[in-house]
């Protein structure tokens, strides 16, 4: 069985200072990982993919994560976060058999001006 | 290319009724999955569709049933709703599936609201 545990429900920066959204994975076989954003009243825009092709991925609106096998991790990076970063974000993993995303429960992001 | 598109859009319907969403995927995907929203237990898997055979399905009762058309067009169906089916259902369509490391694509979602 796979999972995800989204570490903090709620993460406050200010406006320019460093976003890091925490994602840890559970997986018996080699996961793929995703990264999606939910803003209100929409549905999941994805942010960014590993499938193992590199270890740092990129993803749209300035956002990276980095795999680490080591520390079953997928943390989300953003160096100066913007007010329209402000959603809710959603590490998820499939792979294996398993036929479907498991997602994480979700951190909310504010962004204080 | 259009996105992957679900109707209706918001919904209310009352206890013991049915109710039928409907998901059109993105144009060249063949699997479609519905996944169920709520705020007390997160994003939850309801089943995968591929090539109009159910291929997975997640812990639902037997009320939650879906179906894939020739086109890949896919529809759920809710039977006898409760109270708890209120909640924000997601469809979302790839290539393959998500076992494969395809990239996922989810719709705007359908709020379904039961009173």
């Known amino acids: 069985a796979q999972s995800v545990t989204q570490l903090g429900s709620h993460v406050s920066v200010s406006e320019g200072a460093l976003v890091l959204l925490r994602c840890n994975y559970s997986?018996?076989?080699?996961?793929?990982l995703f990264w999606y954003v939910q803003y209100p009243n929409q549905g999941l825009q994805l942010l960014l993919k590993?499938?193992?092709?590199?270890?740092l991925v990129k993803g749209i609106n300035g956002f990276e994560a980095e795999f680490k096998k080591s520390e079953t991790s997928f943390h989300l990076t953003k160096p100066s976060a913007h007010m329209s970063d402000a959603a809710e974000y959603f590490c998820?993993?499939?792979?294996?058999?398993?036929?479907?995303?498991?997602f994480g429960s979700g951190t909310q992001l504010t962004v204080l001006p | 290319k259009a996105g992957v598109t679900q109707t209706p859009r918001y919904l209310i319907k009352t206890r013991g009724q049915q109710v039928t969403l409907s998901c059109s995927p993105i144009?060249?995907?063949?699997?479609v999955s519905w996944y169920q929203q709520t705020p007390g237990q997160g994003l939850q898997f309801l089943f995968e569709?591929?090539?109009?055979?159910?291929?997975n399905k997640g812990n639902f009762p037997g009320r939650f049933s879906g179906r894939q058309f020739s086109n890949s067009r896919s529809e759920m169906n809710v039977s006898t709703l409760e109270l708890g089916d209120s909640a924000l259902y997601l469809c979302?369509?790839?290539?393959?599936?998500?076992?494969?490391?395809?990239?996922?694509?989810f719709g705007e979602g359908s709020w379904l609201t039961v009173v």
């Open positions: 998820a993993v499939s792979g294996g058999s398993a036929r479907q995303l498991t």
């Open positions: 144009s060249g995907h063949r699997s």
């Open positions: 590993y499938t193992s092709a590199a270890t």
């Open positions: 569709y591929f090539s109009e055979t159910q291929r």
């Open positions: 979302a369509s790839s290539l393959e599936g998500s076992s494969s490391g395809n990239t996922i694509y």
């Open positions: 997986s018996s076989v080699p996961p793929y």
